[in-house]
């Protein structure tokens, strides 16, 4: 049969406490760095490797979501369900869901690196770079007036559109095989409808996708409640 989604040691323990917000979201990217991980592990004596199989059965079931609800697509849902915070509402559930299923649509995702020595975080990576990148214009350059034209509308979406326009811009991303960072998704997403937080994010992707010259930036800026 399926798969069953087991989860590790370390995140079985943290279900004995109340999981946050933020828990949720630590504990589901790093799910995702280990689903990215099996994916890509080598056969083993000419037989394909059990985990990558069954993290491919896995990926297939959180695509069947894609344009779905989550009481739309329970196979789905039901791998997200051990990573929900404990007092999760509606549309925290939504967005929760729609990351994990656009996860299941390319799921090759950028690893987080950890802040240096003296504290410092490393700038954030965030869906304004994708877009930047889908162009080909490294070092600077005039935005692509269609690639332009579709960033401004996934700037313009509200929580409705939002994932119609985030489906569009993930499957160019997985043809172009150009990771994406999740966990700073999931943040943003989760702050998209904010009255405040949800600005600071569109700004933040605004930045990374129009800037000249955007390796200097310091991101604080999304980093959301």
């Known amino acids: ?13 943290e279900r004995k406490f109340v999981m946050t917000l933020n828990d949720s979201i630590a504990a589901l990217s790093r799910q995702f760095e280990r689903w990215s991980n099996d994916l890509n592990r080598a056969p083993v004596a000419g037989h394909r490797d059990r985990r990558a199989v069954e993290a491919r059965a896995l990926m297939a079931r959180l695509r069947r979501g894609l344009g779905k609800s989550p009481a ?26 729609l990351t994990a299923t656009l996860f299941g649509e390319h799921p090759l995702t950028r690893a987080r690196r950890e802040p240096d020595a003296d504290g410092r975080r490393p700038p954030t990576y965030n ?52 990771p994406i960072d999740y966990y700073q998704l999931l943040r943003d997403l989760l702050n998209w409808s904010d009255p405040i937080w949800g600005d600071r994010t569109r700004l933040a992707w605004a930045d990374h ?11 604080t800026d999304s980093q959301g409640k």
């Not at 049969?1 to 087991?6: F, K, M, R, T, V």
């Not at 739309?72 to 869901?97: C, D, I, K, N, T």
């Not at 877009?131 to 350059?141: I, M, V």
């Not at 960033?151 to 994932?163: E, I, K, N, S, V």
């Open 1 to 13: 049969g399926d798969p069953q989604l087991a989860l590790p040691p370390e995140e079985a323990e």
């Open 72 to 97: 739309e697509a329970w196979e789905a849902y039901g791998l997200l369900v051990p990573y929900l915070p404990e007092h999760v509402s509606a549309a925290q559930r939504e967005m929760l869901f």
């Open 127 to 178: 869906l304004g770079d994708v877009c930047r990148a889908l162009e080909d214009r490294p070092g600077g350059g005039p935005a692509d007036p269609a690639g332009e034209r579709r960033f401004q509308a996934l700037l313009r979406a509200d929580a409705t559109m939002l994932p119609i326009h985030l489906r569009r811009i993930v499957r160019l991303a997985a043809a172009k095989a150009l």
């Open 209 to 219: 996708y129009w800037r000249l010259d955007h390796s200097s930036t310091d991101d």
